[in-house]
């Protein structure tokens, strides 16, 4: 039976970034990491930016070079699925039938895309995207298709939308909520990206519950909603969420609530095994209570790291600003914090006057986040303010005078290591 010191279920973001933290760091014991995908690890965000609209190509999105993991000593097992975890004997039974063993077991497992179950879902045409495989197919699509409809107005589904008009295709976005990224952004964000992605060609329409998918000779034809309207389409793409991969951490008796439960060191409640990246929900302490689960390179990057000093004997809590973007068209909406929920917000800059704005949200008389859309400045000094818990009020971050440079670097000193809300 093979195994190693570290083995991480899972070559995404966070699963390489932890095997290359390792390395930097000092461990000399053997790391594998295993991946399900037959490619080489990749990034995921240019997918539905770069990569879908043609501007990059599969060998620019991976994340190391195949070199790399030879040089580094990193064992990379492609086109690997495990099947159980076998906690008592330290082991991981894949699917070939074979067991690893483990000093230390890592569930870098991601994420899937959320199935939407209706009639006429598996028909020809209907897509999803979260993998360079999903893109391809759908790249090749976008060719021949004239007519597209997005089931969803999230960070993918509209990411997508401006790729497609972009390309000439009629486009139309279906979502149950009432306004776009009803989950992510403030309404101010989403009032602006609705319009922006309106003049670009793109029509909404809200309120609105799939309910069947209808098809013509076994190839998409139309999407229908709960209140009669259909939509025609040659392409569909259903970008409604992802669930956690955390059925090897159920079935192995550990908890799972909508991902994998870890404490503020990473840690499942077995010693021998951590959880990273978009399958773990973990306490933060920029959120509104409850732990959380975040979908970003941000995150799995920086658990990683933080994970790799607690294996290399170097522990510390998790505490790492969240922090997401979004292209979509001519727009980059760049978020700072977790903004939702928020119980006040406060605009800095003219959305109609070409230059960007930020939305500063407060939760408690507290800043919780900053939403900027072309204000790249912005949401840096945002995410200092934030990671050092500097005090801000709403009325200065409105104030077109207020320098907000000079803030975030003048009460540096008497702010450092306190939380928003302490």
């Not at 390792?22 to 990569?51: F, M, N, T, V, W």
């Not at 990411?159 to 306004?179: C, I, K, N, S, Y």
């Not at 569909?236 to 994998?260: R, W």
């Not at 990671?387 to 207020?402: I, K, N, S």
């Amino acid at each position: 039976m093979s195994g190693a010191d570290v083995l991480i279920l899972g070559a995404g973001q966070a699963g390489v970034q932890l095997a290359a933290a390792l390395r930097e760091g000092g461990h000399d014991g053997r790391i594998l990491l295993l991946g399900e995908e037959p490619e080489l690890p990749y990034q995921r965000p240019p997918l539905s930016k770069a990569y879908l609209s043609g501007k990059a190509d599969a060998p620019q999105l991976r994340l190391r070079t195949d070199a790399f993991y030879a040089e580094n000593r990193i064992g990379l097992r492609l086109g690997a699925r495990a099947v159980r975890i076998e906690r008592a004997a330290r082991r991981v039974r894949l699917a070939s039938g074979e067991a690893l063993a483990y000093g230390h077991l890592v569930l870098a497992t991601g994420a899937r895309n959320r199935a939407l179950p209706v009639p006429g879902a598996a028909l020809d045409g209907v897509m999803q995207l979260r993998t360079l495989a999903e893109a391809e197919a759908l790249r090749r699509r976008l060719g021949t298709a004239r007519r597209a409809v997005v089931v969803g107005a999230g960070f993918i589904g509209l990411e997508f939308a401006a790729v497609a008009a972009a390309r000439g295709l009629e486009v139309t976005v279906v979502e149950a909520l009432d306004r776009p990224m009803a989950r992510s952004v403030s309404p101010l964000v989403a009032a602006h990206l609705r319009a922006a992605h309106e003049r670009a060609g793109v029509r909404f329409a809200f309120g609105a519950a799939v309910t069947r998918i209808a098809g013509e000779a076994g190839r998409v034809a139309a999407v229908e909603t709960a209140d009669g309207r259909r939509f025609p389409a040659d392409l569909v793409l259903i970008g409604i969420g992802v669930v956690p991969n955390a059925g090897l951490a159920a079935e192995a008796g550990l908890a799972v609530a909508d991902g994998i439960v870890v404490d503020a060191l990473l840690r499942t409640g077995d010693p021998a095994i951590s959880a990273i990246g978009d399958c773990a929900r973990f306490p933060c302490r920029f959120a509104a209570g409850a732990p959380v689960r975040l979908e970003s390179v941000q995150n799995a990057a920086d658990q990683a790291r933080c994970l790799a000093a607690r294996l290399l004997g170097r522990a510390a809590p998790y505490a790492a600003l969240p922090w997401f973007w979004s292209d979509q068209g001519a727009l980059r909406l760049q978020i700072a914090g977790l903004s939702v929920p928020h119980d006040r917000a406060v605009l800095r800059g003219d959305p109609a006057g070409g230059q960007g704005f930020s939305v500063f949200c407060f939760r408690g008389g507290r800043l919780a986040g900053v939403e900027s859309v072309n204000r790249p400045l912005e949401h840096v000094l945002a995410r200092r303010i934030l990671e050092r818990g500097l005090d801000l009020t709403p009325e200065q971050a409105a104030d077109p005078a207020f320098d907000l440079k000079a803030h975030a670097g003048a009460q540096a000193e008497g702010a450092r290591g306190r939380a928003p809300g302490a």
